[in-house]
């Protein structure tokens, strides 16, 4: 027992600590950026129309997990694509978008997990600007499927006119008498 509470004991204790005090920093980012979040909120509203092109580009540029993820923040898909959750932050802070910067460094410092609040806020700003993008060319794909779908229609329609359908006739086998032996 002697060697377990001297040397074992310890280790743990350090590995949790460490843990904890990763948690309770990044707690301390989230809870400094919710008290900054309407000042974010007012200069995001300033700039929006300087931000939006800027925005579409770097949207445009990142990959489909990062747009899906925009759409829609997961837990699991910003533990997954946390190398691209970074990058997109970092290409925000560039740009001078509203409270992506303090983010930015947070989720390099404690992970994109423990910062979620945050990241999720500042997608959330980003988002404005892309569901009007993506709105549009849904109506535009809809609008070209439902022509397709009635231009298959019609393709049917004319084939099932030319061609008559074939019927086949089976022929009986002719039964043979039983043979007596």
Do not use: R
């Not at 590995?15 to 007012?42: H, L, M, R, V």
């Not at 404690?110 to 709105?135: A, R, Y």
């Not at 006119?161 to 089976?170: G, I, L, N, S, Y």
């Amino acid at each position: 027992m002697g060697y377990w509470k001297s040397t074992v004991v310890p280790k743990f204790k350090k590995i949790f600590e460490k843990n904890n005090t990763k948690k309770i920093a990044a707690g301390e980012a989230c809870k400094s950026f919710d008290e900054a979040k309407e000042g974010y909120a007012k200069e995001f509203e300033e700039k929006k129309s300087e931000l939006q092109t800027k925005v579409i580009e770097i949207y445009e540029a990142s990959a489909t997990q990062i747009k899906e993820l925009i759409k829609e923040p997961k837990d699991a898909a910003l533990k997954k694509n946390a190398t691209g959750v970074t990058k997109f932050l970092e290409e925000l802070s560039k740009i001078e978008f509203p409270g992506s910067k303090p983010v930015h460094e947070a989720c390099c410092e404690f992970g994109p997990i423990l910062v979620q609040g945050p990241i999720t806020f500042v997608f959330e700003k980003v988002s404005t600007f892309i569901v009007v993008e993506e709105k549009e060319t849904k109506d535009k794909d809809v609008a070209v499927e439902t022509i397709a779908e009635e231009e298959k229609k019609d393709e049917v329609v004319a084939e099932t006119e030319v061609k008559a359908p074939v019927e086949e006739v089976a022929v009986p086998a002719a039964a043979e008498p039983p043979k007596d032996c």
